[in-house]
């Protein structure tokens, strides 16, 4: 017997453009308000430390969530797209280096298995590298990053994308141990 196009399916309780939506949903939407939240976040803690690149701390985290979340093949892009239209109103460099960094993040989910932590970490170190070249092209005035020293610039931006890199991905890690510890009963 055919099914029609709007009949629910018996297995999931969901009809199939429902599924389409929901599979959308997943690969693009969220991995958009992951990057939206994270800067959000950022903007709204407000670290002290007055070192440049710190607040990749909250924006790799939220590019690495994003596409280990979304499974989709461009998830870092699309949480680079979103946290580069919570930034709206930076630096001019802020926004094409966010996307860049999710290239970044997506292009070393390619070729690196994400459950290992220490791929996040060096995600997280590139795409914040990624951030901080695209500033030094893009920004005419020069930036604090290039009047402090570019040697403390790409130390503390290597830093703190590294970390923010495994804070994303220790809290996929350990999101997945807990649906899997969930499921096994």
Not at 35 to 61: D, E, I
Request: proline fraction near 3%; charged fraction near 10%; include cysteine.
């Amino acid at each position: 017997m055919a099914r029609h196009s709007g009949e629910v399916s018996r297995a999931s309780g969901f009809a199939p453009s429902s599924l389409a939506v929901l599979a959308f949903a997943r690969a693009w939407l969220l991995p958009i308000c992951v990057g939206l939240v994270a800067v959000t976040l950022a903007k709204v803690v407000r670290l002290p430390l007055q070192l440049p690149g710190h607040n990749a701390l909250f924006w790799m985290a939220g590019l690495v969530v994003g596409r280990i979340a979304s499974g989709n093949a461009l998830g870092g892009i699309a949480a680079g797209l979103g946290a580069a239209a919570g930034s709206v109103g930076g630096d001019g460099g802020a926004a094409l280096g966010l996307a860049a960094a999710g290239a970044v993040v997506d292009g070393l989910a390619a070729t690196a298995r994400w459950l290992r932590v220490g791929w996040t970490a060096l995600a997280g170190l590139l795409g914040n590298l990624a951030i901080l070249g695209v500033k030094l092209l893009v920004a005419l005035p020069p930036t604090a990053a290039a009047t402090r020293g570019l040697g403390l610039a790409i130390a503390s931006y290597a830093a703190f994308g590294a970390i923010g890199g495994l804070i994303g991905g220790s809290a996929m890690a350990a999101a997945i141990a807990a649906r899997k510890a969930r499921r096994a009963g």
